[in-house]
T-cell receptor, first 115, second 118 residues
Framework: AQSVTQLDSQVPVFEEAPVELRCNYSSSVSVYLFWYVQYPNQGLQLLLKYLSGSTLVKGINGFEAEFNKSQTSFHLRKPAVHISDTAEYFCAVSSGSSNTGKLIFGQGTTLQVKP | GAVVSQHPSWVICKSGTSVKIECRSLDFQATTMFWYRQFPKQSLMLMATSNEGSKATYEQGVEKDKFLINHASLTLSTLTVTSAHPEDSSFYIC??????????????FGDGTRLSIL
């Protein structure tokens, strides 16, 4: 069975500071990894995805994530956050062999950017 | 890019009412759609997988008779909360994936429906 763990429920950070949101997964099969962002009362928007190839993945809004197979991690980073980055962030995994793309989500991390 | 539309975005109704939520794929055909429920400050909980032309697959603990799912066309899935009660109040979100992109295509999410039962 697959599972996703986001180690931090809340991450407060000052504007223009760097941030890392942690995500670890467990799976016995090959996986695809995703980071989604959710703004209040909205659905989820894809930030970035890892499918294969280069372990460093760049996404929208200046975010990037690094896939580490040995540590089964997929941490999200941004070198300098903005107030507008305040939102809920979800790490998710799907099986590489899935025909439906069914996602398993982590618990979510609230990023609070302070001025 | 692929877009998923969800309607309504917000609904308030009395206890005992049945509420229908629509999820549409606007520029692709989706044989599979997913329905999630999200409580405040929590993650998305998968409720069921909606399959076009066949019965939905429900996750353990989700009442089939309570949450009726119909996927009558390749672009529309509906979730009906029957005889809704205050404990059914939640944020419901659907997602779908463009099958033309294969297994690597990500899920695209609707904007969600805030359901409040009085």
């Amino acid at each position: 069975a697959q599972s996703v763990t986001q180690l931090d429920s809340q991450v407060p950070v000052f504007e223009e500071a760097p941030v890392e949101l942690r995500c670890n997964y467990s799976s016995s099969v090959s996986v695809y990894l995703f980071w989604y962002v959710q703004y209040p009362n909205q659905g989820l928007q894809l930030l970035l995805k890892y499918l294969s190839g280069s372990t460093l993945v760049k996404g929208i809004n200046g975010f990037e994530a690094e896939f580490n197979k040995s540590q089964t991690s997929f941490h999200l980073r941004k070198p300098a956050v903005h107030i507008s980055d305040t939102a809920e962030y979800f790490c998710a995994v799907s099986s590489g062999s899935s025909n439906t793309g069914k996602l398993i989500f982590g618990q979510g991390t609230t990023l609070q950017v302070k001025p | 890019g692929a877009v998923v539309s969800q309607h309504p975005s917000w609904v308030i109704c009395k206890s005992g009412t049945s509420v229908k939520i629509e999820c549409r794929s606007l520029d692709f055909q989706a044989t599979t759609m997913f329905w999630y429920r999200q409580f405040p400050k929590q993650s998305l909980m998968l409720m069921a997988t909606s399959n076009e032309g066949s019965k939905a697959t429900y996750e353990q603990g989700v009442e089939k008779d309570k949450f009726l799912i119909n996927h009558a066309s390749l672009t529309l899935s509906t979730l009906t909360v029957t005889s809704a009660h205050p404990e059914d109040s939640s944020f419901y979100i659907c997602s779908a994936r463009d099958p033309r992109g294969g297994a690597q295509e990500p899920q695209h999410f609707g904007d969600g429906t805030r359901l409040s039962i009085l």
